[in-house]
C-alpha cells in the first residue's frame, strides 16, 4: 500500500510502500511522549526503507536517543527542522525498514481489529490508556513484531 505523509508546515513530504499499515503499536516511553506529544504515546508503522522517496530532505532533522551508558541509540527519529513534527524512525540494525509515525501519514490508513500497548511501565502517570479487551499490553516491548502483527490478523497489504 503506498503511504504519503507530511509535515505540518508542508516543509517536507514523504511516500512509501507498506506491507504493513495498519497503525498496531501504541507506545508509552517519555522518549515518544516527549518528542511526538499527543496523548502521551506514539503510533509507529512498517515500510519498505528502499521505496522512501522524501521532497524537502533538507529540511529534515534526525535525532538519537543517548541511553544512561552515553551510548547514542542506533534508532534514528527523523523530523521537520521547521515545525517539529516527528516523521518517522529508522534504524541501521534493520536498514530494509523503516517506521512512519502515524500521525505524518496523510493516507487514510485501515483502523486494525485489535492494538497492541507498550512501553507501559514508563508511561506518565496522567495518562490512562485506553485498552480494549482483544488488545495486548506490555510493560516493555512486546513479543511479536509489526510483521508477525499483520500476518497473525491477516491484514498484510501488497
Given at each position: 500500500?503506498?503511504?504519503?505523509g507530511?509535515?505540518h508546515c508542508?516543509?517536507?513530504?514523504?511516500?512509501?510502500?507498506?506491507?504493513h499499515?495498519?497503525?498496531?503499536?501504541?507506545?508509552?516511553c517519555?522518549?515518544c511522549?516527549?518528542t511526538?506529544g499527543?496523548?502521551?504515546?506514539?503510533?509507529?508503522?512498517?515500510?519498505?526503507?528502499g521505496?522512501?522517496?522524501?521532497e524537502?530532505r533538507?529540511?529534515?532533522?534526525v535525532?538519537?536517543v543517548q541511553?544512561?551508558?552515553?551510548e547514542?541509540?542506533?534508532?534514528?527519529?527523523?523530523?521537520?527542522?521547521?515545525c517539529?513534527?516527528?516523521l518517522w524512525?529508522?534504524s541501521?540494525?534493520?536498514p530494509e525498514?523503516?517506521?512512519?509515525?502515524?500521525?505524518a501519514?496523510?493516507t487514510?490508513l485501515?483502523v486494525?481489529?485489535?492494538?497492541?500497548?507498550i512501553?507501559l511501565?514508563?508511561?506518565?502517570?496522567w495518562?490512562?490508556p485506553d485498552?480494549a479487551?482483544s488488545d495486548k499490553?506490555?510493560?516493555?516491548?512486546?513479543?511479536?513484531?509489526i510483521?508477525?502483527?499483520?500476518e497473525?490478523?491477516?491484514?498484510?497489504?501488497?
Amino acid at each position: 500500500m503506498l503511504l504519503e505523509g507530511s509535515c505540518h508546515c508542508g516543509a517536507v513530504a514523504f511516500r512509501l510502500e507498506s506491507a504493513h499499515p495498519y497503525p498496531y503499536n501504541i507506545c508509552y516511553c517519555s522518549i515518544c511522549r516527549k518528542t511526538a506529544g499527543g496523548g502521551g504515546y506514539a503510533v509507529n508503522l512498517g515500510g519498505d526503507h528502499g521505496t522512501l522517496e522524501v521532497e524537502g530532505r533538507d529540511g529534515v532533522r534526525v535525532y538519537r536517543v543517548q541511553g544512561d551508558d552515553g551510548e547514542r541509540s542506533s534508532l534514528e527519529r527523523h523530523f521537520c527542522g521547521a515545525c517539529g513534527s516527528m516523521l518517522w524512525a529508522w534504524s541501521a540494525r534493520w536498514p530494509e525498514l523503516v517506521h512512519p509515525f502515524a500521525s505524518a501519514i496523510d493516507t487514510p490508513l485501515p483502523v486494525p481489529p485489535e492494538r497492541t500497548h507498550i512501553m507501559l511501565g514508563s508511561k506518565a502517570a496522567w495518562v490512562a490508556p485506553d485498552i480494549a479487551r482483544s488488545d495486548k499490553s506490555f510493560d516493555d516491548y512486546p513479543d511479536e513484531s509489526i510483521a508477525r502483527w499483520h500476518e497473525r490478523l491477516g491484514l498484510v497489504r501488497e
